[in-house]
């Protein structure tokens, strides 16, 4: 197999790279920046016409500006149809589509997506790494296959 196809099937294997759509301060700081929540959007890297907007809560202060804080695990998930769905012949059970770091150790925001062949209806589960009180942090939302337009 040739490098590029190689670096090609890799880059497919991977999760979604989100796009901030911006940020609301929750929490003024004096020093360092400001506690804050996120929205970042993100498309379903194997269905086209999915996008999902994850809000999640940034850690300020000192710490947070340098990248050492640890975010706590609190986050929300919206995901809708933004276009015509195209599912893939092979659609995994369930595949991770979008995974980002919240501290600097051991702890993630976890997008995963599944698919409810009985109600045609794609499923995202955003979760926590982290265990909190015995249980993960988790948000859920749904997007059915309608047909889209004209289509």
């Not at 804080?69 to 809708?80: E, G, N, T, Y």
């Not at 993960?136 to 309608?146: H, L, R």
């Amino acid at each position: 197999m040739r490098l590029p196809v190689l670096a090609a099937l890799l880059l497919a294997a991977l999760p979604a790279a989100a796009d901030t759509v911006g940020c609301v301060t929750t929490a003024w700081k004096l020093i360092g920046a400001n506690h804050k929540v996120c929205v970042e959007a993100f498309h379903d890297p194997k269905v086209p016409g999915v996008t999902c907007h994850v809000s999640q809560a940034r850690t300020g202060g000192v710490s947070g500006a340098l990248g050492l804080a640890q975010d706590p695990s609190q986050f929300s998930l919206a995901c809708r149809q933004t276009g015509p769905i195209t599912l893939p012949a092979k659609l995994p059970e369930d595949e991770t589509v979008f995974s980002e770091d919240t501290s600097i150790l051991f702890k993630e925001t976890r997008v995963v997506r599944m698919w409810d062949e009985a109600n045609r209806t794609l499923v995202y589960v955003a979760i926590s790494r982290r265990l909190i009180e015995g249980a993960p942090a988790n948000a859920i939302s749904t997007v059915p296959v309608m047909p889209w337009g004209s289509r």
